[in-house]
């Protein structure tokens, strides 16, 4: 939405976790009515599922530009996003470009318009895991190195970019726009007729289940990974059947490595936003690789056991619902058994995480816009 006598915003979105960051500020935009803004789709995932109804259910207009780069290696995509919104910014010239997260659109972005002058906001700042091998790692570090306005969802991000040296008068805790998404939607399916629903067939078939997604190289992309996670994955369907949505390249990498799950693994594809909040918000348990489900898994209370070494989202392990529990199915499987077995670890949802971040996001935005 333009409106020619308020300064524009342009809010990059990439990748369908991004929609979901952008969703809640969209929202909070239109109650304002201080700023307009422009949806940028750079393309970067473009699955045929991000269509009008995948906007229709978060509740935003579909975008006004897409930039169409999906494809190609890092470096080739990068690039390729960074020569499109160039010429966009070039010609529009935004009074700021907000980005959410840490994908590579989030990066090209943020570089691009920097470079032009334009201010950068930078949604989910100072999130660290320290790990290196992440390219999201490397994303959140450049996009935060040269950011105006830093807004973060827990201490930690704070504290990191008091570390690196970062002005504190540019950095604000706002809380998570995430979880604003999550429980604005969950809302909506409590009125909503989910039986269209591609997982509400598995879940009038089980009674109590368990959720997997996992997507990371480390845990998906060497047949000794795969074969680990398997074996956690035997393990617990024996006590309580399992549904996994499975991400394309971890589905084509279990064929190809002759990866057997067992039996009580129910496999199923990629699910739209409402579908899948469906299916985990009822889950006895969730076992995942994902960065936005332990915070979600947290907004809602479910049981979360994360399969990593490390996570950017401590808050989600000192006050949530998740568990860190490394990849040794030896490690894994007991803590399982045991949430399982007790109910589990439901934790707190964190103070600030209270479905307001994006309008505080809205009038620090206005505010300095304005001034």
């Known amino acids: 939405m333009t409106t020619s006598a308020l300064p524009c915003i342009h809010l990059i979105a990439?990748?369908?976790?991004?929609?979901?960051?952008?969703?809640?500020?969209?929202?909070a935009l239109q109650a304002s009515g201080q700023l307009s803004w422009k949806i940028i789709h750079t393309g970067q995932h473009y699955d045929r599922d991000m269509n009008d109804v995948f906007f229709e259910e978060l509740g935003i207009p579909t975008p006004d530009v897409r930039l169409g780069c999906g494809g190609g290696s890092h470096a080739d995509q990068t690039g390729k996003i960074m020569l499109a919104y160039e010429q966009l910014v070039?010609?529009?010239?935004?009074?700021?470009?907000?980005?959410?997260?840490?994908?590579?659109?989030?990066?090209?972005?943020?570089?691009?318009?920097?470079?032009?002058?334009?201010?950068?906001?930078?949604?989910?700042?100072?999130?660290r895991s320290g790990d290196m091998s992440m390219p999201e790692e490397i994303n959140r570090l450049v996009t935060d190195a040269i950011s105006d306005w830093y807004f973060v969802t827990e201490p930690s991000g704070t504290q990191h970019l008091q570390r690196e040296g970062k002005d504190m008068s540019t950095v604000f805790?706002?809380?998570?726009?995430?979880?604003?998404?999550?429980?604005?939607?969950?809302?909506?399916?409590?009125?909503?007729?989910?039986?269209?629903?591609?997982?509400?067939?598995?879940?009038?078939?089980?009674?109590?289940y368990g959720v997997v997604t996992l997507h990371r190289p480390s845990n998906v992309d060497s047949a000794e990974a795969l074969e680990r996670i398997a074996?956690?994955?035997?393990?617990?369907?024996?006590?309580?059947?399992?549904?996994?949505?499975?991400?394309?390249?971890?589905?084509?990498?279990?064929?190809?490595?002759?990866?057997?799950?067992?039996?009580?693994?129910t496999l199923m594809g990629p699910q739209a936003y409402m579908s899948f909040l469906h299916l985990w918000k009822d889950a006895a348990l969730v076992l995942?690789?994902?960065?936005?489900?332990?915070?979600?898994?947290?907004?809602?209370?479910?049981?979360?056991?994360?399969?990593?070494?490390?996570?950017?989202?401590?808050?989600?392990?000192?006050?949530?619902?998740?568990?860190?529990?490394?990849?040794?199915?030896?490690v894994i499987i007991p803590l399982a058994l045991e949430t399982l077995?007790?109910?589990?670890?439901?934790?707190?949802?964190?103070?600030?995480?209270d479905g307001k971040s994006a309008?505080?996001?809205?009038?620090?935005?206005?505010?300095?816009?304005?001034a």
């Open 14 to 27: 990439g990748a369908r976790p991004n929609f979901m960051k952008i969703a809640p500020i969209v929202r």
């Open 90 to 127: 070039n010609a529009e010239k935004p009074a700021a470009c907000l980005v959410v997260g840490d994908v590579n659109s989030t990066l090209a972005c943020s570089i691009v318009a920097k470079k032009a002058g334009i201010p950068v906001a930078h949604v989910e700042a100072g999130l």
């Open 173 to 208: 805790d706002v809380g998570h726009v995430m979880v604003d998404n999550v429980l604005f939607q969950a809302e909506k399916l409590k009125t909503q007729d989910t039986s269209a629903l591609e997982s509400d067939t598995y879940k009038r078939q089980h009674s109590r």
């Open 231 to 265: 074996t956690v994955l035997r393990a617990v369907s024996a006590e309580i059947p399992l549904v996994f949505p499975v991400h394309p390249r971890t589905r084509a990498n279990i064929e190809k490595f002759g990866v057997q799950l067992g039996d009580n693994v």
């Open 288 to 330: 995942t690789d994902s960065g936005g489900l332990q915070e979600e898994t947290t907004a809602l209370g479910v049981p979360c056991i994360t399969m990593r070494e490390n996570t950017e989202r401590p808050i989600t392990v000192d006050e949530g619902s998740n568990v860190l529990a490394g990849t040794d199915p030896n």
């Open 341 to 353: 077995k007790t109910g589990g670890k439901r934790g707190r949802r964190p103070a600030l995480w």
């Open 359 to 370: 309008e505080r996001i809205v009038k620090i935005l206005a505010d300095k816009l304005d």
